[in-house]
């Protein structure tokens, strides 16, 4: 595959983020409709374009949408939004560019994604806990670690298909998740 020249990447990272924005806008339309939610939770699936921008372009990328994402809720719902998101997709980026290096040794992609997802959650809480003053808030963990495990895994699900896709097509053979380490360099 050809090199993609920084003009190319900052209109592919603009397009990610684009669609990080649309899948957010469709999680906070659909909220109400999905049951068993615990209060204030959502899906996550803007969360995916976040790990794949991570992969595709390193972990700068994944923080520049983490924080996109947080202007956008800063702007469509408010302070508060704005802060939960920014604490829980700035703790969800520094995760994956942690684990960014593991994938396929002692990571899969559903690991991936439940721990990019348990750390989106505490830094939400953190962030709640810092905002109310009170660490009674603490105890709402256990809740928000199951529904990480089920977020997660559904974002680690989508990674398992997407991820061989986009390397397959040629376009994005420079993925660095999901393959051996001589490939990478």
Do not use: D, W
Request: proline fraction near 5%; include cysteine; charge should be positive.
């Amino acid at each position: 595959m050809k090199k993609m020249n920084p003009a190319q990447k900052a209109a592919l990272l603009g397009v990610f983020g684009a669609l990080a924005l649309a899948l957010s806008f469709l999680e906070n339309t659909l909220l109400p409709a999905v049951p068993l939610l615990p209060p204030g939770a959502k899906l996550g699936l803007s969360n995916l374009v976040t790990v794949v921008c991570g992969a595709l372009f390193g972990p700068p990328a994944a923080f520049c949408i983490a924080v996109l994402k947080a202007l956008f809720a800063f702007v469509t719902r408010g302070v508060t939004a704005g802060l939960m998101s920014l604490a829980g997709g700035l703790l969800s980026a520094a995760a994956l560019s942690l684990l960014l290096k593991s994938i396929g040794k002692t990571v899969s992609y559903l690991g991936l994604g439940v721990l990019c997802a348990a750390a989106h959650n505490l830094g939400q809480l953190l962030m709640s806990v810092c905002l109310t003053g009170s660490p009674a808030l603490l105890s709402y963990g256990k809740y928000l670690l199951l529904f990480a495990l089920f977020t997660g895994t559904l974002t680690g699900l989508m990674l398992c298909v997407l991820v061989p896709r986009l390397q397959k097509s040629g376009r994005f053979s420079s993925i660095k998740i999901g393959q051996p380490e001589e490939q990478n360099q």
